[in-house]
């Protein structure tokens, strides 16, 4: 794992059972594991690739107890296990038929990007993020715009 990503407590056996019925089959052990150590941890800035031109990373991963919730209640959501979720309201899922870690975004229906074959492999292509690499020619800026009641104490 390159990313740091703190210890949490594990779930309850309760929850995960919970899940394994709404989901209809067993849970995958190195989920099991992965949550068994960091379920709901929020890691280190970290980027990852999505697809073949774009990049995503992990704001938080999800609970158990919160992957209830987003299979109940985010619209469009696949019958997959919640593993993470970015910046955007988009999420990263582990398919229950192959194990692969997919990006869902929210944005398109029933198009999903494959990341990585496993979790662990997942976790290994994870990368810290360092914003001061991301350098914008001024030909590349065409215009901003800040909201003046952002920061209003910088008047």
Known sequence: ???????????????????????????????????????????????????????????????????????????????????????CGNFFFIDQGNGGVFFWDHEIDDEHALVAPNLNLFLEALMPFDSSVVKLAPEQVKYAWIDPSFKPEFD
């Open 1 to 87: 794992m390159t990313v740091a990503i703190p210890q949490m407590p594990e779930p309850s056996q309760s929850a995960l059972m919970l899940l394994e019925d709404i989901l209809g089959r067993k849970l995958p052990p190195e989920y099991i594991d992965f949550i068994g150590i960091h379920d709901g941890a929020t890691p280190e800035d970290n980027a990852i690739a999505v697809g073949n031109y774009n990049e995503s990373g992990v704001r938080r991963f999800i609970s158990v107890a919160d992957a209830l919730a987003v299979i109940a209640e985010v619209e469009g959501f696949p019958i997959a296990i919640p593993l993470a979720e970015d910046g």
